[in-house]
């Protein structure tokens, strides 16, 4: 999945947009209230395909959409640190690049080189 937008409603709803990774044009959104209870959709065309939001807890939604918990984590962490407004992510440079970077790759192990004894 890639991070399309992610929006900081007036109302303390958290908007996400994922691309999907099959179809290009379906965009996933899943939206978090303020009590954190999880509502997504599916935008296709521009249009929403469902007419309501389904309800649903994270770890459903995150399994559904193939996330692992790390990237999902990522997915809400920074609410704070990066605001969206229409579409465009404003905050500093690396916040922006891991939130882009959500799905595409995978954090790395550290090798026997890069551990220094202590």
Not at 28 to 54: C, E, M
Not at 85 to 92: A, K, N, P, V
């Amino acid at each position: 999945m890639r991070l399309i937008s992610k929006q900081q409603k007036p109302n303390g709803y958290t908007e996400v947009r994922l691309q999907d990774l099959w179809n290009p044009e379906k965009v996933w959104v899943i939206t978090r209230s303020p009590d954190h209870k999880y509502y997504w959709n599916q935008l296709i065309g521009g249009h929403l395909f469902y007419s309501k939001s389904a309800k649903g807890t994270a770890q459903h939604i995150r399994l559904a959409m193939s996330l692992q918990a790390w990237e999902w984590r990522r997915l809400w962490s920074d609410d704070k640190a990066v605001r969206a407004t229409q579409g465009r992510c404003e905050g500093t440079n690396s916040n922006l690049e891991a939130l882009a970077m959500v799905g595409t790759e995978r954090p790395q192990e550290p090798t026997r080189g890069s551990l220094r004894a202590g």
